[in-house]
């Protein structure tokens, strides 16, 4: 059958049964100058050592490897990563988030729970309302003031009733003064009407007689003068 050798999925050459290792790597090195530390040799997805079989033998290409420092770059990435359990970003095998599933469960658990917070809640409401309707456990007795202050009632009472008897008392007393002298009071409105009429007329006179005054004290005053007058002359 033979050993067919391929480079990238490119054939190249082709060899007998027989043929032993360091002769294939001769004929390969011959066929395209690759020398044997640039490639190994793969058949059926197994890396060839020292053994040869019959059938396709694939030539892969090493890669040659820098300084590296990727490994130790991922492990300082991976020491300021915080480590976390929580896992409701994952899916499940149908395809669901967790963190879907768990709240689906949180709110069945919520429904079924319903009732039962119904009746707390009414428990609640009917004690607050016994204790609001309960009588104080705290008592106010005092003796004093309980009898001053059912007296002060009493007290109000008679002197209210004192004050209306001494009112239409007074107003008796008016009445059968006012019917014994005979006379009406007069109005002060009537009374201030005549005031007035009294004050101008006494301002009239008097305006009158302080004229005649000064007129005939004038007239004396002149006589004396003219009396001068002629006697100078």
Request: with cysteine; net charge neutral.
């Amino acid at each position: 059958m033979g050993i067919n050798i391929f480079i990238n999925s490119k054939y190249i050459i082709s060899c007998g049964d027989h043929i032993k290792y360091d002769e294939l790597y001769s004929r390969i090195a011959e066929k395209i100058n690759l020398q044997p530390e640039e490639y190994y040799l793969v058949s059926n997805g197994k890396r060839l050592e020292g053994e040869l079989s019959s059938g396709d033998v694939h030539c892969v290409l090493r890669q040659l490897g820098g300084k590296g420092g990727f490994g130790s770059m991922l492990r300082a990435i991976g020491a300021q990563i915080e480590k976390t359990t929580n896992r409701e970003a994952c899916r499940d095998l149908s395809g669901r988030r967790l963190r879907d599933i768990n709240e689906e469960k949180r709110v069945r658990a919520w429904l079924e729970k319903q009732g039962e917070r119904e009746r707390e809640a009414e428990e609640r409401k009917k004690r607050k309302i016994e204790k609001l309707l309960a009588v104080p456990k705290h008592d106010f007795k005092d003796d004093k003031y309980d009898e001053a202050r059912a007296n002060l009632t009493e007290k109000v009472n008679d002197a209210f009733e004192e004050g209306l008897k001494q009112a239409e008392e007074n107003k008796e007393k008016g009445v059968e003064e006012a019917t014994s002298s005979g006379t009406k009071r007069k109005s002060p409105a009537v009374d201030k009407t005549k005031a007035k009429k009294k004050k101008k007329g006494t301002l009239w006179i008097g305006d009158d007689i302080s004229g005649s005054d000064s007129d005939s004290d004038g007239s004396e005053e002149e006589e004396p003068r003219t009396q001068k007058k002629a006697i100078q002359n």
